[in-house]
């Protein structure tokens, strides 16, 4: 073996950490479930389809596709598409996760194998509230609260939720910092 050079043994692909692609959904469903930004996500192993929701209560599909354009009308938040490339970048399985590319409904992934897949994100159609009946972030602090209260909170649980409240109520008249802090609180809350 040379100084500039080394010699790699082969790999035992039964036991090495190299993941197959069709688990690749599988794995995007619990990146998403890590990430605060998601309610909840699921996926069929060896399917092609992810399912999840986000905090807001919406349901939404990402299908595995090969990795190419397709002609789909574009979705208007291309943020979402931002949050779920950060969920899966955070994932062991994956290297790669490009928003917007090549449009604002898609994201370009690549496992540790080095399998690429274009993720289309839609609308699900199952989607049980109407955009009008969506909450506001007021409304999922003030939620968070009443659920701490309902559970035989101890004192200072009570506290909190009382605080929690109180932000709610007040809303509009919060600054943003505090606003940030009371849905950092909150979301806490709802995993505990």
Known sequence: MTTTGRRHTPIDRDKGPLFDADHDPVRV???LRRSPHFAAADADPGGDTV???????INYTLTFKDAEPTDDDLLPEPVLTEAIAAAILNHPGFVTADADSPREDTLTIQSRNQVRHLLVLDVDRGNALAPEDLSTPAVDVALAADKLLASDP?????A?????NYVAATWDKQDLPLREHAQAV???LRTQ
């Open 154 to 158: 101890s004192d200072s649980e009570r």
């Open 160 to 164: 909190t939720a009382d605080l929690l």
């Open 186 to 188: 909150a979301r806490t």
């Open 29 to 31: 469903a619990d990146a």
């Open 51 to 57: 399912w999840f929701t986000t905090e807001a209560g």
